[in-house]
């Protein structure tokens, strides 16, 4: 039996060293609920569909900008 897993991309968040594990579950929980609301909106869909770094890029960019991690998108 073959199964296919379709590519898609998906974001790596890396936080930083010094944040407290308090505040990096915030972002995670905040992380986590862009991507519950995604999946409201598109039907269900999640990070396998083509466009989810695009439609979620900016809100992804203003946690970053209020937490202070980093991430990259990979192609898995």
């Known amino acids: 039996m073959k199964a296919r897993i379709p590519k898609h991309r998906e974001y790596i968040i890396q936080f930083p060293q010094e944040m407290a594990q308090a505040t990096q579950d915030e972002a995670w929980g905040k992380l986590t609920q862009i991507l519950e609301d995604y999946k409201k909106?598109?039907?269900?869909?999640?990070?396998?569909?083509?466009?989810?770094?695009?439609?979620?890029?900016?809100?992804?960019?203003?946690?970053?900008?209020?937490?202070?991690?980093?991430?990259?998108?990979?192609e898995k």
């Open 41 to 74: 909106a598109h039907n269900g869909n999640s990070v396998y569909e083509p466009t989810f770094i695009e439609d979620t890029k900016d809100q992804v960019e203003a946690l970053k900008a209020e937490y202070g991690f980093e991430y990259s998108i990979e």
